[in-house]
């Protein structure tokens, strides 16, 4: 199975910062990587897929860049709603996998 | 719209079973895929399987084979996941996750609130 691997695993960060979060994948992915947004008690949002198109609804603040084995996503302007864990996925090949999260944190 | 609702939390002794079930209404459930994906307390995400729910063919992780099945209903649309000989570490959130249309496919556009599910003895 294609281990991904996020870093950092956690983050404090105030409103209106701008943060990358990274995500690598134990071997080439082309561009099949999703990534997902997860609030406490709540299930996990499709943010991001095709590593850098937006789901419908989601705010242009987030972006998503990469391909191959290393990928990003960034939020550009930090918003209250925005602190929660996020998740990457990789679907180039099954079992689809996920990152170990990252979480955010208001500093 | 699209909504995925689940059964309620559950508690199981060790070695039981469990079947969850996914409600699916808003779309036509037999055209997307259907995965579970769990979620141990204060851990990551874990795939577990999926179904064709027009086909009923499944596909599982390694990890789960011979332990679940995943079956559907489609007069109903709704999609169940049985886990069996449940051990403690079993205990986890259980989510149902539909798989997106076209450009999404591989990355799961909806999901359900998710199922608690207690192993304890």
């Known amino acids: 199975a294609i281990r991904m691997t996020q870093s950092p695993s956690s983050l404090s960060a105030s409103t209106g910062d701008r943060v990358t979060i990274t995500c690598r994948a134990s071997?080439?992915?082309?561009?099949?990587l999703a990534w997902y947004q997860q609030k406490p008690g709540k299930a996990p949002k499709l943010l991001i897929y095709?590593?850098?198109t937006l789901q419908s609804g989601v705010p242009s603040r987030f972006s998503g860049s990469g391909s191959g084995t290393d990928f990003t996503l960034t939020i550009s302007c930090l918003q209250s709603e925005d602190f929660a864990t996020y998740y990457c996925?990789?679907?180039?090949?099954?079992?689809?996998?996920f990152g170990q999260g990252t979480k955010l944190e208001i500093k | 719209q699209v909504q995925l609702v689940q059964s309620g939390a559950e508690v199981k002794k060790p070695g039981a079973s469990v079947k969850v079930s996914c409600k699916a209404s808003?779309?036509?459930?037999?055209?997307?895929?259907m995965h579970w994906v769990r979620q141990a307390p204060g851990q990551g995400l874990e795939w577990m399987g999926r179904?064709?729910?027009?086909?009923?063919?499944?596909n599982y992780a390694q990890k789960f084979q011979g332990r679940v099945t995943m079956t559907r209903d489609t007069s109903i649309s709704t999609a169940y996941m049985e886990l069996s000989r449940l051990r403690s570490d079993d205990t986890a959130v259980y989510y149902c996750?539909?798989?997106?249309?076209?450009?999404?496919?591989?990355?799961?556009?909806?999901w359900g609130q998710g199922t608690l599910v207690t192993v304890s003895s």
């Open positions: 996750a539909r798989e997106g249309p076209l450009a999404v496919a591989g990355s799961f556009d909806y």
């Open positions: 179904i064709n729910p027009n086909s009923g063919g499944t």
């Open positions: 095709a590593a850098s």
């Open positions: 808003g779309y036509t459930f037999t055209g997307y895929y």
């Open positions: 071997q080439g992915i082309s561009s099949y």
């Open positions: 996925q990789q679907y180039y090949s099954y079992p689809p996998t």
